[in-house]
T-cell receptor, first 113, second 111 residues
């Protein structure tokens, strides 16, 4: 399978716990994006990487959120001290610089109880 | 601040109807516009991508148009089928970078 892969698909956690999600982009895609989607809304941009460099972060990305892409391949998104408002679908997308089409993974559904 | 508006928010039609989904955006400096399909609880599947220099794209029963000057795009679905039931999202790409999405149109095609 050469698509964007996200793990886990679903995560239920208690408020205050830390969670980490993983995204494996399409190989050779140097740009990787994270989006968050709440119920009934479209996805909202969180952050993106070009290779291992994090080039832009949204104001939505509070200091409890951190994203990494250490070797320019897979990426992780960590949420510390989760809150109920963090419950959402977290989507990852990738593309090559110069290409215009972004490809999305199946998302990680986070529920904070 | 709402930058992309999709109308209608929801639509229910009988099988076989032709239908139009509308998308309007406020930023005319777009790189491209993309239409996606999203099934419940799933990720996004790209349907059509229109470059800023193009006017329309077609794939099977789907046709999407783009009018940058008026800030509008439409997705036309011909001969709708129950399998078309999903949420349809439009998004424009700002120069070089992120996608800006609308809230989507929830489509239900009744058999």
């Amino acid at each position: 399978d050469t698509g964007v892969s996200q793990d886990p698909r679903h995560k239920i956690t208690k408020r205050g716990q830390n969670v980490t999600f993983r995204c494996d982009p399409i190989s050779e895609h140097n740009r990787l994006y994270w989006y968050r989607q709440t119920l009934g809304q479209g996805p909202e941009f969180l952050t993106y990487f070009q290779n291992e460099a994090q080039l832009e972060k949204s104001r939505l990305l509070s200091d409890r959120f951190s994203a990494e892409r250490p070797k320019g391949s897979f990426s992780t998104l960590e949420i510390q001290r989760t809150e109920q408002g963090d419950s959402a679908m977290y989507l990852c997308a990738s593309r090559r610089t110069g290409d215009t089409e972004a490809f999305f993974g199946q998302g990680t559904r986070l529920t904070v109880v | 601040k709402q930058e992309v508006t999709q109308i209608p928010a929801a639509l229910s039609v009988p099988e076989g109807e032709n239908l139009v989904l509308n998308c309007s955006f406020t930023d005319s400096a777009i790189y491209n516009l993309q239409w996606f399909r999203q099934d419940p609880g799933k990720g996004l599947t790209s349907l059509l991508l229109i470059q800023s220099s193009q006017r329309e794209q077609t794939s099977g029963r789907l046709n999407a148009s783009l009018d940058k000057s008026s800030g509008r795009s439409t997705l036309y679905i011909a001969a709708s089928q129950p399998g078309d039931s999903a949420t349809y999202l439009c998004a424009y790409m700002e120069y070089g970078n992120k996608l800006v999405f609308g809230a989507g149109t929830i489509l239900r095609v009744k058999s």
